[in-house]
Nanobody, 116 residues
Framework: QVQLVESGGGLVQPGGSLRLSCAAS????????MRWYRQAPEKEREWVAT????????NYANSVKGRFTISRDNAKNTLYLQMNSLKPEDTAVYYC?????????WGKGTLVTVSS
């Protein structure tokens, strides 16, 4: 079955960096686009970034453009999110997502807290 497992979250000071990972299994990872979403406390889940199957095309939410970089290693079945210049408003649970036709698969998320 499809599994997505996020890791790499934690507590970081404003201006700091973190790299999130999402280990994928149960499907042909290289065939599908992948996305990162996040959900801050008491807010709706929001899209952060998308990377297409080959890795050459990416899209970002305006709120993270220029600070976050999405990437993938198809040989390792792993999705990444490099987050730089972190702000308190980036505090959220970060989820990886695999849209596969009519079905969206989600991981359980990893918590990122940006605070001094």
């Amino acid at each position: 079955q499809v599994q997505l497992v996020e890791s790499g979250g934690g507590l970081v000071q404003p201006g700091g960096s973190l790299r999130l990972s999402c280990a994928a299994s149960g499907f042909t990872f290289s065939n599908y686009p992948m996305r990162w979403y996040r959900q801050a406390p008491e807010k709706e889940r929001e899209w952060v970034a998308t990377i297409f199957s080959g890795g050459g095309i990416t899209n970002y939410a305006n709120s993270v453009k220029g600070r976050f970089t999405i990437s993938r290693d198809n040989a390792k079945n792993t999705l990444y999110l490099q987050m730089n210049s972190l702000k308190p408003e980036d505090t959220a649970v970060y989820y990886c997502n695999s849209p596969q036709g009519a079905i969206d698969y989600w991981g359980k998320g990893t918590l990122v807290t940006v605070s001094s």
